[in-house]
T-cell receptor, first 114, second 118 residues
Framework: AQSVAQPEDQVNVAEGNPLTVKCTYS??????LFWYVQYPNRGLQFLLK??????LVKGSYGFEAEFNKSQTSFHLKKPSALVSDSALYFC????????????FGSGTKLNVKP | GAVVSQHPSRVICKSGTSVKIECRSL??????MFWYRQFPKQSLMLMATSNEGSKATYEQGVEKDKFLINHASLTLSTLTVTSAHPEDSSFYICSAYPENAGGRETQYFGPGTRLLVL
């Protein structure tokens, strides 16, 4: 079965500092991994995805994520956090037997303080 | 980019009434749409997969007679919460998957509908 885990319910970081939001996955075969951001009372916005290729994936709003096969991780990163980055972040993996299904992590609330 | 809309964005209804939520793909055709439910501070729970021209596929534990799904065209899916009760109050999010997209594509999410049943 496919799954992702986000071990941190909340991450606090000061504006201007680098941020990391953690995600680990469990899949059989090569994973298709995604990061989404959700602002209050809004749907999810796509940030980036890893399918194949370079382990470092660059996405929207200056975010990037590093795919690490040996550690089965796909952590979301940004070199310099903005207050406006404060939101709920979800990691997701696509079901490799049923491409229609995505499995979402529990979400991590990012708080960026001025 | 691909845009998905939902209507209404917020609805308040009395217990026992039915509520219809629309999900539209605005600039692409979607053979498949998905309906999720999100409780406060929790992740998204997939409720059902909506397939154009055929019956929806419901996840285990989701009552198909309670949550009626109709995918009448390649750009519109509707979710009707029948005989709503306060426990149905939640945030409902739809997503759409572009027609003919391969496995590398992401789903595109609507802005969500906040349902409050009094």
């Amino acid at each position: 079965a496919q799954s992702v885990a986000q071990p941190e319910d909340q991450v606090n970081v000061a504006e201007g500092n680098p941020l990391t939001v953690k995600c680990t996955y469990s899949v059989s075969g090569n994973p298709y991994l995604f990061w989404y951001v959700q602002y209050p009372n809004r749907g999810l916005q796509f940030l980036l995805k890893y399918i194949t290729g370079d382990n470092l994936v660059k996405g929207s709003y200056g975010f990037e994520a590093e795919f690490n096969k040996s550690q089965t991780s796909f952590h979301l990163k940004k070199p310099s956090a903005l207050v406006s980055d404060s939101a709920l972040y979800f990691c997701a993996v696509r079901d490799m037997t049923n491409f229609n299904k995505f499995y979402f992590g529990s979400g991590t609330k990012l708080n960026v303080k001025p | 980019g691909a845009v998905v809309s939902q209507h209404p964005s917020r609805v308040i209804c009395k217990s026992g009434t039915s509520v219809k939520i629309e999900c539209r793909s605005l600039d692409f055709q979607a053979t498949t749409m998905f309906w999720y439910r999100q409780f406060p501070k929790q992740s998204l729970m997939l409720m059902a997969t909506s397939n154009e021209g055929s019956k929806a596929t419901y996840e285990q534990g989701v009552e198909k007679d309670k949550f009626l799904i109709n995918h009448a065209s390649l750009t519109l899916s509707t979710l009707t919460v029948t005989s709503a009760h306060p426990e149905d109050s939640s945030f409902y999010i739809c997503s759409a998957y572009p027609e003919n997209a391969g496995g590398r594509e992401t789903q595109y999410f609507g802005p969500g509908t906040r349902l409050l049943v009094l």
